[in-house]
């Protein structure tokens, strides 16, 4: 898509995990006041920690069935939010997709987040039992960088780097 509006999708957190600049979003939650609801797999609760959030609130859901109790997670989101809520879930398209619809008309803040952080957490917290396997994006073959043509991969943070810079 190439205009002049600014357009985000959640490749942009992906960007921040590999470029280490997470923290900073983090950071600027905290320094704002921003309460910061996850909601996804048990493993998100180590974001608080890795990522020093200081109003942070986990909304754990199962790794099958999660969606039988969707209106149940809105409603816990809803008790814990504040009058400035970031409300980054990690729970599928279609699950997200409702939750954020759902809660449209209030001022909580919502960016799907899906699993665009699992590269900076595995980093800092390789053995944690509860992390997703097999994700390509962050699998050992793909360590080194984007495949290209032939057998040449970029590294991720050039990749990145030479995107970000036209």
């Known amino acids: ?21 997470a923290d900073k979003l983090f950071q600027t939650a905290n320094e704002c006041g921003y309460k910061v609801v996850m909601l996804g797999p048990p493993y998100l609760r180590l974001f608080e ?3 020093n959030i200081d109003n942070f609130h986990h ?3 199962p790794p099958k069935g999660a ?6 997670y809105i409603e816990e989101l809803l008790e814990e939010h504040t009058d400035k809520t970031l409300f980054l879930p990690s729970c599928g398209h279609i699950l997200s ?46 360590q080194n960088g984007i495949p290209t043509s032939g057998d040449i991969s970029i590294p991720y943070k050039e990749y990145i780097n030479n995107l970000r810079n036209g």
């Open 49 to 51: 920690n890795r990522y």
């Open 1 to 21: 898509m190439n205009n002049d509006s600014e357009y985000f999708h959640s490749g942009l957190f992906k960007h921040y995990s590999i470029m280490g600049e």
């Open 59 to 61: 909304i754990q859901i």
């Open 97 to 142: 997709t409702y939750i954020l619809d759902r809660i449209k008309d209030t001022n909580i803040i919502g960016m799907d987040m899906g699993r665009s952080f699992d590269w900076d957490i595995r980093e800092h917290q390789s053995t944690e039992p509860t992390m997703a396997k097999g994700d390509v994006w962050i699998s050992p073959h793909h």
């Open 67 to 72: 969606i039988d109790y969707l209106d149940e």
